[in-house]
């Protein structure tokens, strides 16, 4: 029996091919996991392309010039040779694109369990972490598509939201983001205007209406429209777009007003960038794995995924009425999907999900 890959080219991320994948006999202290339900986000293309600098691409080996996409969403253990690990249960977490992914399965708890395949040693745990969804009090079966599209993004504006706090805004006045309609965007707009700071969503003319809609922006501009906002207000950016331009519009139209920058996303993948430094402070990445884990020793585990949890179940009540949900079905129209994804031509207002 054979399972099924989609294989991505390292050389273009629009390249995909649909692969047949042999299903080996379990070793020992092994898990082979059927992947039912996938997220497609802008979140998935910038695990493609991004996916040699941070590690990405190492996750699930593939054949030479080619990589398996990464995405989050549900499995059912199909088999197991592992210790505390069950056929039958549902498992939410990190996977290819893909029908199957086995995994040897670490010190097990009743939350879930942590891959410790040789190849994944070293990468950020949150990605090797597998949770129980029996586990999750949140958990409901008929929001999996809304869960497997935004637990990963609202974690990251969650993180992002904590940081800015802790920092006390950095002395900041507003928050600017852009690529206001992509999901980890709105996200932390409607976290960061439950606090006392202006939201500011800077966006596209095709996509203005759909922010605006949101509500959880005080003021949406076009980017062309970035000079129209008051230049002594002290600021913080947020950079989901990865797009020089932007950027560097930004802080010359704010100079010292602008308190801080984080660097977080690449919607605008295939936009120049870093061609030279923008005027006033330096951009600074954010890596929300490396956020998690100080916040996670800071709280436990328990009380940061609890938290976490809660404050999602809270935002998808808001948000699922102004979203739609489509499901891709076969690896045929989940690889063409992957590229359309890949390639921008996304409703903003979709929730995106692949079965293969």
Known sequence: MDGVDILISKADVTATTVAAAPLAPLAEGEARLRIELLALTANTVTYAVAGDAFGYWRFFPAPEGFFKPPAWGFAVIEESRAQGVAAGERIYGFFPVASHLTVCPGKTDVSGFTDVTAHRQGLPPIYNRYHRVAS?????????????AFRPLFATAFLLNAMIVRANAFGAEQIIISSASSKTGYALGYLAGLGRLETVGLTSPANRAFAERLGVFRQTRVYDEIASLNPSAPSVYVDMAGAA??????????GEALKHSAVVGMTHWRAPRGRGAPVGVAPTLFFAPDHAMALTREWGAEAFETRLAEEMAVFLAFVAPMLRQRCVRGPAAAAEAFGRTAEGAVDPSEILTLQL
């Open 136 to 148: 999750d009090p949140t958990y409901r079966a008929e929001n999996e598509p809304l869960i497997a």
């Open 245 to 254: 331009d932007i950027t560097r519009s930004v802080h010359a139209h704010f």
